[in-house]
Nanobody, 115 residues
Framework: QVQLVESGGGLVQAGGSLRLSCTASGISFNIVPMGWYRQDPRNGRELVAIITAGSSTNYADSVKGRFTISRDTAKNTGYLQMNSLKIEDTAVYYC?????????WGQGTQVTVSS
């Protein structure tokens, strides 16, 4: 059974930083892609960043240069380092992975950026 557990969300002032973590069980991050999505009431769910099994990364234009996706395969944990946070980054952030035709989601962690 695949489980993804996010942590690290919270309240931060604009310009600040947060690091989200996603710990997986039942699946190995070194052989599957993993990514971060976010959802807010205005924009629905959007892809923020993704890292492939081959360690290639891709980012939404809105976060390029500010966010960094990475993973520690020894800990089977993925990360999203978020710097220079903006109010519009406020959302619920979800960890995602994919294997054999099926996607898996974490429960989400709230990130709130205040002015």
């Amino acid at each position: 059974q695949v489980q993804l557990v996010e942590s690290g969300g919270g309240l931060v002032q604009a310009g600040g930083s947060l690091r989200l973590s996603c710990t997986a069980s039942g699946i190995s991050f070194n052989i599957v892609p993993m990514g971060w999505y976010r959802q807010d009431p205005r924009n629905g769910r959007e892809l923020v960043a993704i890292i492939t099994a081959g360690s290639s990364t891709n980012y939404a234009d809105s976060v390029k240069g500010r966010f960094t996706i990475s993973r520690d395969t020894a800990k089977n944990t993925g990360y999203l380092q978020m710097n220079s946070l903006k109010i519009e980054d406020t959302a619920v952030y979800y960890c995602w992975t994919y294997r054999a035709g099926q996607g898996y989601w974490g429960q989400g962690t709230q990130v709130t950026v205040s002015s």
